[in-house]
């Protein structure tokens, strides 16, 4: 028997002003997507931007349905998107965003299991890490290098 420890960590900043140019640049757009999200019944918006090797900035939002699991989150309507789009270009990193029509969402909002999954197929694919920044809607913004450190003993293709 032996024990193992798996740590991960991340950077906090106070607010969106304390990123960097590129970082705000990247969180504006993913807020930008987070406005335009299709969210009536849950009322909670979430915005996704990812910004790819060759440049381009991909958009996701939440897609929601009156058959409630029908829907989709943001993160895996961008990271499809820019996989069906730009299939094989690298991605650099991807914010994320969340608010709510209900009450003001002010910590930072990561991305779900099952997106979380989505997304380390592509880091896996791409042989390297891409950073994820996450936030609400004010408030403190959480930046981690990479996706798998968000999903230790993570499944993949190699189990199959
Ligand atoms: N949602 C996302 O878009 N991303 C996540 O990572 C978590 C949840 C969406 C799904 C649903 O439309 C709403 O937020 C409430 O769960």
Redesign the pocket.
């Known amino acids: 028997m032996r024990k193992i420890e798996v740590s991960t960590s991340a950077i906090v900043f106070k607010d969106i002003l304390e990123l960097s140019v590129d970082d705000k640049m990247l969180m504006n757009k993913a807020i930008e997507a987070r406005e335009k999200a299709y969210?009536p019944y849950?009322k909670?918006n979430?915005g996704a931007a990812l910004l790819l090797e060759n440049g381009e900035i991909v958009l996701g939002n939440?897609q929601?349905s009156a058959a409630y699991p029908s829907?989709m989150?943001?993160?895996r309507v961008a990271i499809w998107k820019a996989g069906s789009t730009y299939p094989g270009i690298k991605i650099k990193k991807l914010a994320i965003t969340a608010s709510s029509q209900i009450s003001k969402v002010d910590k930072p909002v990561g991305?779900?299991g099952a997106?979380r999954q989505t997304l380390s197929e592509y880091e896996i694919n791409q042989k390297e890490p891409f950073s994820v920044l996450f936030m609400g809607e004010l408030g403190e913004v959480v930046k981690t290098e990479s996706l798998l450190s968000l999903l230790p003993f993570s499944f993949d293709s190699s189990y199959l």
């Open positions: 969210a849950s909670f979430v939440n929601e829907g989150c943001a993160e991305p779900c997106c």
